[in-house]
């Protein structure tokens, strides 16, 4: 099992014009897709304020509204070809899509399209008409100020991205870059960006270490030095973002900002990803995180904030291709984290953060007679102080298996300081960063309450164990009897 970093996302409102924040993208193909109300929960439990839609859907736009979370909507590729050749067609898809919604809810970007010049060749020649349709309707409005149009481009339209200063966009697209960029700059866009360095790594022939990739710390005689600036890169994100000012300043565009639109790394791959893992993705995202809220910029543009939109929220288990593709998210639909970040050393924006905020709780769907063994266990050789679960105390409510095992087992793994493997019990507990505490039911761990402070030395049962505890025979009826907490606590207290 890989091991869990502590987790707690948060994006950043922007304190000063300039300064970088981090969104996440909210793909929909999802198994059991949460409720509209029940993904804006989540984004407010997270402090999530950035977000960006791959379509403009009412019910999800409406969930946003009174929100302040600042929102990029998206014209699907499937409706480009329509709104790039009907001046009409555009203004009534801003008309639904934005006017209706705004100011309500803080839509800021329209994305037209993804990845059109490599993935949808045939709608490339409308493109900027597209976006110069939706600007004009947005003028008519009076909203092109606080809404820029821009459209998100893979990394591929570049040639020859390292060295960076060598890199230029693909000749054939010189028809439809051009204008393109003429268009961003006359309305103070961005270009926006899909960044992966995880493809790049992959890429048949690559010769990326891995550590470069995922922007671990680098000896200096192990930096990329581009040759014809003399410019050190640590990392693989910078190489591309400036790969891209380069490419733009060779067709003469030096003053258009780059808004990073996807980037992340999965969290599980198939035989032939074996680097898409649970570590890895959080090593990754964890330390992007840190790298865009520091404004360091990139070496080409020190300085310059490079704010980026992680790929994405939820794990997305309905689209097709390799595993990877099903496991990019950094929550499951249920709302439970899919693995945990660690955002220590992020900056002063971090000092009063809450990255411990993580619980042990029952799964929703797990056996009745594992959540007994996990319960018997956590009050047995876990060591732990049942005694809230007594009748007529605080966590007596409600009285059944699940909820005082829920409250058992999360004991056990603060006490255990949220160790690899301390929240298992089974296959029947998870991780996640929801305070389960409810009323006067304070949860171990909620805000710095760490519950009991005795240290065990025993790992709860992992799947792999067999014995579960013997202590059932004293429960029932969903709650411990007094005689077994009480000897339990004395038998601890003398340890």
Request: proline share 6%; net charge negative; glycine share 6%.
């Given at each position: 099992?890989a091991?869990?970093?502590?987790f ?9 014009l300039g ?11 999802v ?9 804006v ?21 409406r969930?946003?509204a ?5 929102v ?20 009534n ?5 934005v ?8 839509i800021?970007?329209i994305a ?20 110069k349709?939706?600007?004009a ?7 092109d100020q ?13 040639v020859?991205?390292?060295?960076p200063?060598?890199?230029?966009f ?19 866009s ?10 790049d ?28 600036t003399?410019?050190?890169?640590t ?14 300043s ?39 995180i ?5 404004n ?24 097709t ?16 984290p899919?693995?945990?970040l ?26 009745t007679?594992?959540?007994?063994a996990?319960?018997?266990?956590a009050?047995g ?28 087992i999360n004991a ?13 019990f ?8 929801t ?10 761990g909620?805000?710095?309450?760490n ?12 799947t792999?164990s067999?014995n579960s ?9 969903g ?7 009480l000897?339990?606590i004395?038998?601890?207290?003398v340890?």
């Amino acid at each position: 099992m890989a091991l869990l970093i502590i987790f707690h996302l948060l994006a950043i409102f922007v304190p000063a014009l300039g300064d970088a924040f981090i969104g996440v993208n909210i793909g929909t193909d999802v198994t059991n897709m949460p409720s509209p109300t029940e993904v804006v929960t989540l984004l407010k439990a997270q402090g999530i304020q950035h977000v960006r839609l791959y379509d403009a859907d009412r019910a999800m736009l409406r969930a946003l509204a009174n929100t302040g979370i600042r929102v990029i909507v998206s014209v699907p590729n499937d409706q480009l070809l329509g709104i790039g050749q009907s001046n009409a067609t555009a203004a009534n898809w801003v008309a639904r899509n934005v006017i209706a919604h705004v100011p309500a809810t803080n839509i800021t970007a329209i994305a037209v399209g993804s990845e059109v010049l490599t993935s949808l060749t045939n709608a490339a020649p409308v493109l900027v008409s597209a976006l110069k349709f939706l600007q004009a309707a947005l003028v008519a409005a009076n909203l092109d100020q606080q809404i820029k149009v821009s459209t998100p481009h893979s990394s591929s339209v570049m040639v020859n991205s390292f060295p960076p200063s060598q890199a230029f966009f693909n000749k054939s697209w010189d028809p439809v870059m051009v204008p393109l960029l003429k268009f961003l700059q006359s309305t103070g866009s961005y270009l926006m960006l899909n960044v992966y360095p995880y493809y790049d790594f992959m890429k048949p022939g690559a010769v990326i270490p891995l550590d470069y990739a995922l922007f671990r710390p680098l000896p200096p005689n192990k930096e990329a030095i581009d040759s014809n600036t003399l410019l050190h890169y640590t990392n693989v994100f910078d190489a591309v973002v400036d790969a891209a000012y380069f490419a733009m300043s060779y067709l003469n565009f030096t003053n258009i900002p780059i808004l990073v639109t996807e980037s992340g790394w999965p969290s599980k791959g198939d035989s032939s990803e074996p680097d898409a893992t649970i570590d890895n993705a959080s090593t990754y995202n964890s330390n992007l995180i840190r790298h865009v809220l520091n404004n360091s910029g990139t070496p080409k543009q020190p300085g310059i904030a490079i704010s980026s939109y992680i790929y994405e929220l939820y794990n997305e288990d309905l689209r097709t291709g390799p595993v990877s593709e099903n496991n990019w998210g950094l929550f499951y639909a249920n709302g439970a984290p899919v693995y945990t970040l660690h955002l220590t050393n992020a900056g002063t924006v971090f000092a009063n953060d809450t990255t411990n905020q993580t619980f042990c709780v029952a799964k929703s769907n797990a056996d009745t007679k594992l959540l007994q063994a996990a319960l018997d266990w956590a009050c047995g050789p876990g060591k732990v102080d049942c005694s809230s679960l007594l009748q007529g105390q605080p966590c007596y409510d409600p009285n059944n298996v699940a909820a005082h095992a829920t409250y058992a087992i999360n004991a056990y793994y603060q006490q255990m300081a949220k160790s690899a493997g301390t929240c298992d019990f089974k296959g029947v507990a998870s991780v996640t960063t929801t305070n389960p505490s409810h009323g006067s039911c304070i949860f171990p761990g909620s805000y710095g309450k760490n519950g009991s402070s005795i240290n065990g030395t025993e790992l709860a049962p992992s799947t792999n164990s067999t014995n579960s505890g013997c202590l059932s025979q004293y429960y029932n009826g969903g709650s411990l009897t007094s005689s077994l907490i009480l000897t339990l606590i004395l038998s601890v207290a003398v340890l």
